[in-house]
């Protein structure tokens, strides 16, 4: 059974720091696109950063480039998105996506499993 599990979310005031995790379980995804995405209350859920299998490329939405950094450790089977100079607008449950059929992830429709979510609230 295929398991994406987030973990590292968590309250912090603006301008600080997290790091987001995202453990695979069940197959590898070491050849595959990953990327994350977020929902805040009442919006839809929005792109924020993919990254390719060899980690060679990477993408990020306008918003949070410059502050966040995707990665991955396919050894591990882990992704990472390390959020810094966060903003309150940076509050929203954040999802750890994978496509199977694509070189980035940037889309839902694009995805073929996501994670459960991680809540980070980022106070003013």
């Known amino acids: 059974q295929v398991q994406l599990v987030e973990s590292g979310g968590g309250l912090v005031q603006a301008g600080g720091s997290l790091r987001l995790s995202c453990a695979a379980s069940g197959r590898s995804f070491g050849s595959y696109a990953m990327g994350w995405f977020r929902q805040a209350p009442g919006k839809e859920r929005q792109f924020v950063a993919t990254?390719?299998?060899?980690?060679?490329?990477?993408l990020y939405a306008d918003s949070v480039k410059g502050r966040f950094t995707i990665s991955r450790d396919n050894a591990k089977n882990t992704l990472y998105l390390q959020m810094n100079s966060l903003k309150p607008e940076d509050t929203a449950v954040y999802y750890c996506a994978v496509g199977l059929s694509t070189r980035l992830v940037r889309i839902g429709s694009e995805v073929d499993y996501w994670g459960q979510g991680t809540q980070v609230t980022v106070s003013s």
């Open positions: 990254i390719n299998w060899s980690s060679i490329s990477t």
